[in-house]
């Protein structure tokens, strides 16, 4: 990663110094714990970004996938396609500064970025959980329970694990319950539903499409067998393809094109 981005400086702390500093060829060291004391006399004002020549079409982030072609590739992300997906979300979800996001994702997933980003671009109050923490189940819904969490994510088999423990027997009061990454089955939302109080949505998306390309909500649905991944999000088009390209004809399958 560290080869292909050609970064101009590395972030570390007192944990990764160490273990960077070999990887880093002489690039700059920027410590975040032993080099704080230098930053209290900067500026505290947010930069304008237009004045640093920053653009909507300037790069957000650069994320790695598993490597489905046999080596991990990044994937870079433009700021108007973050904020594509953040306002379709803030919007189509209504999340505002009343609620409470609950961020356990790791950050080497991009799954991870919406609960960063959303939560705060319109003020809302973000649980963050270590590690250790996310990985516990017992200790996920104590956090839930304790922060008045009103917005979870979770994949849906640890959500099928979360829901087999003493700690999620009684109803939580969440508006919304986020899934995606694996299929859905319909039984888990359903249950899901009812444990949380609120909404279940299904979420697809490849990380090249900016997190989610598709969503359905199954806040008031009947489910089947599986939960559909739904419709695309905003100023977005999904086509479902033949092998030349052309449109499969109703309940025929094709290969998804975003």
């Known amino acids: 990663m560290v080869d292909e981005t050609a970064p101009v400086a590395l972030l570390v702390h007192g944990a990764t110094r160490e273990r960077l500093e070999a990887l880093a060829g002489g690039l700059p060291l920027v410590d975040l714990e032993a080099d704080a004391a230098a930053w209290p006399m900067l500026n505290a004002a947010n930069p304008d970004p237009y004045t640093l020549g920053l653009r909507p079409n ?47 994702t790791s950050v080497s997933f991009d799954a991870a970025v919406w609960e960063l980003w959303t939560p705060i671009s319109i ?4 649980v963050l959980l ?3 923490q996310g990985r516990d189940p ?18 849906p088999s640890l959500l099928q694990a979360l829901l087999s423990i003493p700690a999620f027997a009684q109803r939580l009061n969440c508006r919304y319950v986020f899934c995606g990454g694996e299929p859905l089955s319909g039984a888990l939302a359903i249950r899901a539903r009812r444990v949380f109080g609120g909404g279940v949505v299904n979420l697809y998306g490849p990380t090249e499409a900016t997190i989610d390309a598709t969503w ?28 030349e390209g052309q449109s499969v004809p109703i309940g025929v399958a094709g290969e998804l094109h975003i």
Not at 67 to 82: A, C, D, I, Q, Y
Not at 138 to 155: D, L, N, P
Not at 217 to 242: H, K, M, V, W, Y
């Open 216 to 243: 359905w909500d199954g806040s008031g649905a009947t489910f089947g067998e599986a939960a559909p991944i739904g419709r695309p999000i905003a100023n977005t088009s999904i086509f479902l393809l033949d092998a």
């Open 130 to 132: 270590t590690n250790e």
């Open 123 to 126: 003020g809302a109050r973000l």
């Open 138 to 155: 017992q200790q996920i819904a104590c956090a839930i329970a304790r922060q008045q969490v009103s917005i979870v994510q979770f994949v």
């Open 58 to 104: 300037h790069l957000a982030y650069v994320i790695y996938t598993s490597g489905s072609t046999g080596r991990p590739k990044g994937v870079m992300v433009e700021h108007r396609n973050l904020t594509n997906h953040t306002i379709w979300q803030s919007n189509v979800f209504v999340f505002s500064s009343e609620d409470v996001v609950l961020q356990r």
